[in-house]
């Protein structure tokens, strides 16, 4: 069964230090992995996908994801924290069940910047 | 391209009174994916569309409810409101073929009073 398990609901770094946002799923089959942005009152902006190809992917605003299989990890990272990546993080893992797309959503961190 | 186009963008109700919320998805997709999403549950799924066939269903009471057109626009309904359904109700398309990802749009901020 899939599942996904953002390790923090809160994550505070200052202006210009890296972003770690923690990651892990549980997944039976080949998962396809995402990760979403949302700022306040806003819909939800893909960042990056992971769907088997090369592990490391990177995605929109400098942000990048590593797939580890034998961590069942997939850790959202940035090396430099800008005002504006303040925001609600969600990761996403998708399968292909019975024919059907099944995606379950991470309860989401919230990344708080500091100047 | 458009993106997902969600209307209203606000819209406050009376408990007991019913609404309808309009999604219309990225030219081409025709998979729409409604979602409800609170500071206490976060993002809860409702349900899918697929060529105008609910194809999965979340955990919600009947008074939800949807529909989508050939046009693959989706309509959200909820009946009977209630001041728990308060919420902002997003709305998702994809081409329906796994690993492609979903667009959101802007959603909706329902208030019930």
């Known amino acids: 069964a899939q599942s996904v398990t953002q390790l923090d609901s809160h994550v505070s770094v200052s202006e210009g230090t890296p972003v770690l946002l923690r990651c892990n799923y549980s997944s039976s089959y080949s998962p396809s992995l995402f990760w979403y942005v949302q700022h306040p009152n806003k819909g939800l902006q893909l960042l990056l996908k992971y769907t088997s190809a090369a592990t490391l992917v990177k995605g929109i605003n400098g942000f990048e994801a590593e797939f580890k299989k034998s961590e069942t990890s997939f850790h959202l990272t940035k090396p430099s924290a800008h005002m504006s990546d303040a925001a609600e993080y969600f990761c996403?893992?998708?399968?292909?069940?019975?024919?059907?797309?099944?995606?379950?959503f991470g309860k989401g961190t919230r990344l708080h910047i500091l100047p | 391209k458009a993106g997902v186009t969600q209307t209203p963008r606000y819209l406050i109700k009376t408990r007991g009174q019913q609404v309808t919320l309009s999604c219309s998805p990225i030219s081409g997709h025709r998979s729409v994916s409604w979602y409800q999403q609170t500071p206490g549950q976060g993002l809860q799924f409702l349900f899918e569309?697929?060529?105008?066939?609910?194809?999965n269903k979340g955990n919600f009471p009947g008074r939800f409810s949807g529909r989508q057109f050939s046009n693959s626009r989706s309509e959200m309904n909820v009946s009977t409101l209630e001041l728990g359904d308060s919420a902002l109700y997003l709305c998702a398309s994809s081409s329906g073929r796994t690993g492609y990802g979903y667009t959101f749009g802007s959603g909706t901020r329902l208030t019930v009073v």
């Open positions: 996403v893992v998708s399968e292909l069940m019975n024919r059907d797309d099944k995606i379950i």
């Open positions: 569309y697929f060529s105008e066939t609910q194809r």
